[in-house]
């Protein structure tokens, strides 16, 4: 098999429409882009997946929906507001800015200059302007994590739902940080969304809870296609350590750039809930300001059978979608040798990431009962697999297998003459090309048993 590089990865996005540089047309945005029609897809079934297995499979987590905009005091109070920065470096030769971790022998990656600046503290959080006034008095930021919004919602889930520890709170969303250097396709960007979970445990648990999810986490990417020889876990050492967190396991992918985090799972022990909750007290002797909150709000839980209040310590698998959509794509890439020196293009996605779970390719797409044939197959599909099924009626039909291979489609079927007579179809695999002809009575079964689709 041919090692291929980000560049590689690049190329086929932008091809076939996973994703786009935002703003091309305007010379782009650094840090920024676009997912196409391909790979709103696959980034939606990730997704999909990460909530089933959190949310519907479970009996003791709950998912929430939180606002981006954020008040400025829920990020003094987390710490964000003190912590949340980068060290930055600029080259006074070629004017450009470095994070200073990312600097090598006190050289410049660009030039290769020693006439850099002293690190100074960058701060890593995007701020907006609230109301019609911009006086600097009214600001909020664009939340740089999703994990703050569910520890103030605690109580208000807690009063609403049937839960006693252990239980958690889950969200997907969108997080911003104005990152120094982005970098490495996807894979560090300003705009990003993150799968993230927050699991209330009794102080004394923790530990056994930090456990149990490292293991749950590893299992999960694993049953999404990523291999065990391209993940490591790396247990952060106590130096390295966010303030939060008292133990941190990340779980480390080897994308083409190299071994990099693509989650964390973190024991932030009872920092979160016990900070907003000095933060309530701490508010509550200005009255003006007590007024809009919810200042005399316990952010504990009252053991039953001592009446004491105490406050949970957390446990937060925290994952990207886009470093996880990055190591499925490049887990799934491969240039196939075929016989007489032929190669082909194939993602080994998952049926369930695909982003199309099944193509019918009318064999003659200029033959009006074929076509029509076609379209009725496709849309009696459709209304029974959750995804997307497409109706490819371009090229001939060597060029829509190996464009359907290059996608990651699982199942290509074609109707052909032989399809008017009989009502079977033949259906190709992608991934070993063999075909089976299939009757219509039997092709909606065949693509469960042998697609999970």
């Known amino acids: 098999m041919k090692k291929h590089t980000m560049e590689d990865l690049v190329s086929l996005c932008k091809r076939r429409g996973f994703i786009f540089q935002s703003n091309e047309i305007y010379g782009g945005l650094q840090g920024l882009y676009d997912y196409g029609p391909l790979g709103v897809e696959l980034k939606n079934n990730l997704k999909k997946s990460w909530w089933n297995s959190m949310i519907y499979e479970r009996d003791d987590i709950e998912g929430i929906d939180s606002s981006i905009l954020t008040n400025p005091l829920?990020?003094?109070?987390?710490?964000?507001?003190?912590?949340?920065?980068?060290?930055?470096?600029?080259?006074?030769?070629?004017?450009?800015r470095w994070r200073a971790d990312h600097i090598e022998e006190g050289k410049c990656p660009n030039c290769g200059s020693e006439n850099l600046t002293d690190p100074r503290p960058f701060n890593l959080m995007f701020k907006t302007s609230v109301g019609p006034v911009e006086d600097g008095s009214s600001f909020a930021y664009l939340r740089p994590e999703t994990a703050q919004n569910i520890f103030t919602n605690f109580k208000n889930v807690m009063d609403s739902t049937p839960h006693a520890l252990p239980f958690g709170i889950a969200q997907i969303g969108k997080a911003f940080r104005n990152e120094i250097t982005p970098r490495n396709f996807i894979f560090r960007v300003r705009e990003f969304e993150q799968m993230e979970l927050e699991f209330f445990v009794r102080p004394g648990e923790d530990e056994k809870w930090h456990k149990e999810w490292t293991e749950m986490r590893l299992k999960w990417w694993q049953e999404q296609g990523l291999s065990s020889d391209n993940i490591e876990l790396y247990h952060v050492p106590e130096d390295e350590l966010a303030h939060y967190s008292k133990a941190t396991v990340d779980i480390m992918y080897r994308y083409p750039h190299g071994l990099e985090e693509l989650e964390g799972i973190a024991n932030r022990t009872d920092f979160d809930l016990g900070s907003h909750t000095k933060g309530q007290k701490q508010l509550s002797i200005f009255s003006k300001v007590a007024e809009n909150t919810q200042s005399n709000a316990k952010l504990a839980v009252q053991d039953l059978e001592t009446k004491e209040w105490f406050?949970?310590?957390?446990?937060?698998?925290?994952?990207?979608?886009?470093?996880?959509?990055?190591?499925?794509?490049?887990e799934a890439y491969e240039e196939e040798a075929l016989e007489g020196g032929k190669t082909r293009i194939v993602l080994h996605l998952k049926p369930h990431l695909s982003p199309i779970k099944a193509a019918v390719i009318p064999l003659k797409r200029n033959d009006s009962n074929i076509v029509e044939k076609a379209v009725n197959l496709k849309n009696k599909l459709q209304r029974t697999i959750s995804g997307k099924v497409l109706l490819e009626n371009t090229g001939n039909i060597g060029k829509n297998y190996r464009k359907h291979d290059e996608i990651g489609t699982?199942?290509?079927?074609?109707?052909?003459?032989?399809?008017?007579?009989?009502?079977?179809?033949?259906?190709?695999?992608?991934?070993?090309?063999?075909q089976e002809r299939v009757s219509l009575e039997e092709i909606r079964q065949f693509l469960e048993e042998n697609y999970e689709i």
């Open 74 to 96: 829920v990020l003094k109070y987390s710490g964000h507001e003190d912590t949340f920065s980068d060290p930055l470096q600029d080259c006074r030769d070629c004017n450009s």
């Open 311 to 330: 406050l949970p310590f957390v446990i937060e698998p925290s994952a990207g979608v886009d470093r996880g959509f990055l190591a499925i794509l490049n």
């Open 410 to 434: 699982p199942a290509s079927i074609t109707v052909d003459f032989q399809s008017l007579d009989d009502d079977t179809f033949t259906v190709r695999d992608r991934d070993s090309m063999q």
